[in-house]
């Protein structure tokens, strides 16, 4: 690997964080005619009963002078750019002395429970799968299971998630209907409460892996396909190997690698979609921190998850990209 | 006809994709003969909180909207959203595609490299984003612009492969030869050898549409008072209406939704096979 390709790759994330920032900066500041202060020190005080506005302006003065907006926009802008490269990304409107970085911090272990299971699952099933599906020598009976997993595959993750809470939460009882862990436990590290919390985890996960098994699958199976007529396993074969050799030795491990490609660009999909079904199913994650940012018109906040999310996308794929060339020795980054 | 129908039994995918949306057609057909759309797919048209019954083939909401006449209005309008969306977003990435592959050189260069950085952005964030700052003024033209603005990454980079393979085959150099222009070449010679294969993307593009538009409107971006599909799934979030046992109320939705995205999976799986014969499909 090529010392110019890593600086290159490393200037592409930053660029990466530069245009992130500068959206977050721009974009808000683009929409016209509103003042978010002003809406928010009003609705303040309408929820408790003042009707007079005496004195707003003075208020609203002195939070412009706080949060740092009575400067020129450039040095604004220059000040953004400086707090959010330190990952300060400014208080939380609606949860106020708390920061927006400490917000995410508490929801992303959460997140990233999920997202991870569910992901690793569904790439290994999926893959097996494929693998199968396209083996010559695996029962016909899998092929049929295609076209019902495809269907899964087309449906996003929340609506998924919609069907089972109904079915398995609400109507059977299996699973809670929602939430971390059960309401009036203190979370803790013991045993006991692990065990509740992967109950929680179950139902969520499980939409996940429902909906993106089969995308996995299919794609594991076209590249399979193309690995029969290879030289090399027809020279397998005439070896006289075993047949579970060839099969996992041979086909899958040549199959596998466009997955791991497609691992790495899934990532993003994998984010935004866990994200709503941390809404639907009310599970303390990053998703649902942005949803109820949301509907609280809490705009730090949700600027703040956008930005991270972007940055923290751009380092996984930065990582997986220097990876490449360990995983798969065909791929080298030299000219 | 009896042609197409026999070219259905070689292209199943395609014939259920078809079917699907023929079952749309008849749901929302009937809704619109059923209801006066412009009032009944709006709060307090019906008695609240009704199960399917006779008279509410599937029920009310909390707000006292008809579902039936909501999934009516909301099939057409998420429909309407995702169309737009997609159909700008295919129009952006032909021309692009067509640019960088067509004339190479550094144009070519700037307009990879701005897709490659795009590709890896996850859109519906930085959608969020968009939406969000111009919430107040949202509805459904500006939800599909908003949407249709990064929808044109992948197509772009599908178009240009495909024009890419294109401009190397004898054909093309036959054109060149004979004197034609290059957009004499372009509309002429490329673009009728795109056509299936943009109608397979189209259908791609018009599912991200939609796809966005149900995550944003799920998120509570979307226009508040429209009786969209992702709005609705979004009030029964909002209102918790499975723990409250009113499944009616997402099963409307959830339903219309599975049948709009199956619909689109296998009509794009059947164009696919239609466009290019060679790839194998399972469904």
Known sequence: ?335 | MSGFLKYLRRNPSLGVGIFMFALLVVFVGIGYMKYDISKAAYPLSAPANKPPSLQYPLGTDSQGRELYAVMTAGTILTLRIGFTAGLIGLIIGTVLGFVAAYFRGWVDVLIKSLVDILLTIPGLLVLVIIAAATRQAMNINLLALIIASLAWMGPTRNIRAQVLSLRERPFLQAARLSGMNSFEIIFLELMPNLLPYLAASLVGSVTGGIFASLGLEALGLGAMREPTLGMTIYWVIYYSALLKGMWWWALAPVTVIVVIFVGLFSIGAGLDELANPRTRRVV
């Open chain 1, 1 to 335: 690997m090529r010392l110019s390709y890593v600086a290159q790759r490393v200037l592409l994330l930053f660029a990466t964080m530069w245009m992130a920032a500068s959206v977050n900066f721009v974009l808000p500041r683009l929409a016209t005619g509103r003042d978010p202060i002003r809406e928010r020190i009003i609705a303040e005080s309408a929820r408790g009963g003042g009707a007079t506005n005496i004195g707003i302006n003075e208020m609203i003065a002195e939070y412009r002078v706080q949060f740092g907006l009575d400067e020129p926009l450039p040095k604004q802008y220059v000040t953004y750019l400086w707090n959010t490269l330190r990952f300060d990304l400014g208080k939380s409107l609606s949860n106020y002395p708390k920061t927006v970085i400490g917000l995410i911090t508490e929801a992303l272990p959460w997140t990233l429970g999920i997202v991870t299971f569910s992901t690793i699952t569904s790439f290994t099933l999926g893959t097996i799968f494929g693998a199968l599906i396209a083996w010559p020598r695996a029962p016909r009976v899998l092929s049929y299971t295609v076209p019902i997993l495809l269907t899964f595959s087309a449906v996003p993750f929340y609506i998924l998630g919609l069907i089972l809470i109904y079915f398995f939460a609400f109507q059977l009882k299996w699973f809670p209907i929602g939430g971390g862990y059960p309401i009036g436990t203190i979370p803790s590290f013991s045993l006991a409460f692990m065990g509740k919390l992967a109950y929680h985890a179950i139902l969520p996960s499980l939409s996940m892996i429902l909906a993106s098994t089969g995308g996995w699958a299919l794609g594991m199976r076209g590249m399979m396909v193309t690995i029969q007529g290879e030289d090399y396993m027809n020279y397998a074969e005439a070896k006289g190997l075993p047949d579970s050799r060839i099969f996992f030795g041979y086909a899958v491990r040549n199959a596998m690698l466009p997955q791991t490609t497609g691992l790495a660009l899934s990532l993003g999909y994998l984010v935004a979609g866990a994200g709503l079904v941390e809404v639907v199913f009310g599970y303390p994650g990053i998703g649902s921190l942005l949803g109820d940012a949301i509907s609280k018109f809490d705009y730090t906040t949700i600027y703040g998850i956008v930005f991270f999310l972007i940055v923290s996308l751009g380092v996984v794929l930065f990582i997986i990209d220097l990876l490449y060339p360990l995983i798969d020795p065909r791929i080298t980054y030299e000219q």
